[in-house]
Nanobody
Framework: VQLQASGGGLVQAGGSLRLSCVAS????????MGWFRQAPGKEREFVAA???????YYPNAVKGRFTISRDNAKNTVYLQIDSLKPEDTAVYYC??????????????????WGQGTLVTVSS
C-alpha cells in the first residue's frame, strides 16, 4: 500500500485546511486509517483515526476542530482542520493499519505511512 498525502500549506490562524491522503491498492476499505503530526523538535503525535467501520477517534487536544472522514470509493481519507492555531504547525502524516483496529492512537499499530504534508499556521 502506498499513501500520498496532500493539501498542506501556509494558512493564517483561524483558517481551515482539508488534507487528503490517497491510498493505492484494492483493500482500502478494510484498513483503519490515521493521521499523525510532527512538529519540529517534537515527537509524532496522534490527531485522528477512522476505523474501516467508519467510527472515528480523536485525542482531546484536537476534538472539535479536527474531522477525519473517508471515501472508500476514492481510496481517500481526509482530515478537515478548522480554527487553525500556530501550534498546529507540523508535518501531517497519514497512515494505514491492516492488522488491527484497536489502539489506533499508537503509531506502532500502523503498517503504512505517507510522506507527509506540511501545514504552517501564521499568527
Amino acid at each position: 500500500v502506498q499513501l500520498q498525502a496532500s493539501g498542506g500549506g501556509l494558512v493564517q490562524a483561524g483558517g481551515s485546511l482539508r488534507l487528503s491522503c490517497v491510498a493505492s491498492g484494492r483493500t482500502f476499505s478494510s484498513y483503519s486509517m490515521g493521521w499523525f503530526r510532527q512538529a519540529p523538535g517534537k515527537e509524532r503525535e496522534f490527531v485522528a483515526a477512522v476505523k474501516w467501520s467508519g467510527s472515528t477517534y480523536y485525542p482531546n487536544a484536537v476534538k472539535g476542530r479536527f474531522t477525519i472522514s473517508r471515501d472508500n470509493a476514492k481510496n481517500t481519507v481526509y482530515l478537515q482542520i478548522d480554527s487553525l492555531k500556530p501550534e498546529d504547525t507540523a508535518v501531517y502524516y497519514c497512515s494505514a493499519a491492516s492488522r488491527t483496529d484497536y489502539g489506533l492512537g499508537l503509531a506502532g499499530r500502523y503498517d503504512y505511512w505517507g510522506q507527509g504534508t506540511l501545514v504552517t499556521v501564521s499568527s
